[in-house]
């Protein structure tokens, strides 16, 4: 099983629909991160949290919040998604330490119409 | 200016070539040093962490990173086409809490 997973792998949906992509992890880390990659832009942070009681927001917050329910999930939401939140979307873990890697699941695929 | 520059490519070589791949960074206070290998439909993975300056070996992969320029490498030797993904540099400094990350450099090895 994978150390991160993210669900669901692909979704297309409206302009103006509410979506939540969800992301489990196994491997006790409390970091928890949510990134969005477009091409051309990289990976830009949307939002991180540090444990259950922290969140907080990265470059690129706006139109988007978080959930982090348990230290092992942390889900997005797009309360009204809008067609350039069209992107590949991926949820990482890291553990404590400066040399510790981030873990990245395989990302959620969303289109918006 | 964007923290982390990374030329996206694409970047094509033919298999058994030396592949360098490059970026630059803003922020002297960076000190930790990383190459992340994103495979297709596939999240990134580290190949290689390095801290300061210097020169870091790892098979067929060879990270150096000279912070006098603010420039750091990732070299390849004898390339492969399994090696073909998108490379992502990547850096933090000490008392930061986020990986800043390069837009990628798209790497393809021709058999």
């Known amino acids: 099983d994978a150390d991160v997973t993210q669900t669901p792998r692909n979704r297309i949906t409206k302009t103006g629909k509410r979506i939540m992509l969800e992301c489990s992890q196994t491997?006790?880390?409390?970091?928890m991160y949510w990134y969005r990659q477009d091409p051309g832009l990289g990976l830009r942070l949307i939002y991180y949290?540090?444990?259950?009681?922290?969140?907080n927001k990265g470059e690129i917050s706006d139109g988007y919040s978080v959930s982090r329910q348990a230290q092992a999930k942390f889900s997005l939401s797009l309360e009204s998604a809008i067609p350039n939140q069209t992107a590949l979307y991926f949820c990482?873990?890291?553990?404590?330490?400066?040399?510790?890697?981030?873990?990245f699941g395989d990302g959620t695929r969303l289109s918006i119409l | 200016q964007k923290e982390v520059e990374q030329d996206p490519g694409p970047l094509s070589v033919p298999e058994g070539a030396i592949v360098s791949l490059n970026c630059t960074y803003s922020?002297?206070?960076?000190?930790?040093f990383m190459w992340y290998r994103q495979y297709s439909r596939k999240g990134p993975e580290l190949l290689m962490y390095?801290?300061?300056?210097g020169n870091k070996e790892d098979g067929r992969f060879t990270a150096q990173v000279d912070k006098s320029s603010k420039y750091i490498s990732l070299f390849i030797r004898d390339s492969q086409p399994s090696d073909s993904a998108t490379y992502l540099c990547?850096?933090?400094?000490?008392?930061?809490?986020?990986?800043?990350f390069g837009s990628g450099t798209r790497l393809s090895i021709r058999p």
């Open positions: 990482a873990t890291r553990g404590t330490g400066l040399q510790q890697p981030q873990h």
């Open positions: 491997k006790g880390h409390d970091r």
């Open positions: 949290s540090f444990d259950v009681k922290d969140i």
């Open positions: 922020n002297s206070a960076f000190q930790y």
């Open positions: 390095t801290y300061s300056s």
């Open positions: 990547a850096t933090l400094y000490s008392s930061a809490s986020k990986i800043i």
